[in-house]
């Protein structure tokens, strides 16, 4: 095979690997958190940079049976759904992205409670406030 051929193969499968979500890792210290904000201190919102110890620059909130598709549209990156949100409605999933790749992704316990983002497209650091509306029994 020609070299050139050879290291331009090279440099495609290094820039497929980056823009996927192999890396990306459950942060299970922050759902545990989140859990405990919800359950025990019956928080009203959070601000996500108190408990995020990684770096990250965008944060999308997907609800329950967000499809793979619509996940894959929103953060223009692939990313391989192992958390199974479009047949789930007891978890929202919470991925955040540094420099346009999945760092972290984490899943957020509903516990009668629904989480938004109050219309933002997504979070930042600067703008980091999940909201919590609770439920009646």
């Not at 210290?29 to 904000?37: A, G, K, L, P």
């Not at 940079?49 to 619509?70: C, G, M, N, R, V």
């Not at 953060?75 to 540094?98: A, C, M, Q, T």
């Not at 972290?104 to 997504?122: C, H, L, M, S, V």
Request: glycine letters at 2%.
């Amino acid at each position: 095979m020609n070299p050139l051929r050879t290291l331009a193969f090279f440099f495609l499968a290094m820039v497929i690997t980056a823009c996927s979500s192999s890396d990306a890792e459950q942060n299970k210290t922050f759902e545990n958190t989140v859990d405990f904000m919800v359950k025990e201190l019956q928080n009203k919102e959070i601000e996500i940079h108190s408990i995020a110890d990684f770096k990250w620059d965008k944060a999308y909130l997907f609800p329950p049976y967000t499809s793979q598709e619509s996940i894959e549209k929103k953060l223009k990156v692939e990313y391989e759904d192992s958390n199974n949100i479009s047949n789930r409605d007891d978890i929202y999933l919470l991925v955040f992205l540094h420099e346009g790749r999945v760092v972290q992704y984490t899943e957020i316990n509903r516990q009668k409670a629904d989480f938004t983002t109050d219309g933002k497209e997504y979070l930042t650091p600067y703008e980091d406030v999940l909201k919590i509306e609770r439920h009646e029994k």
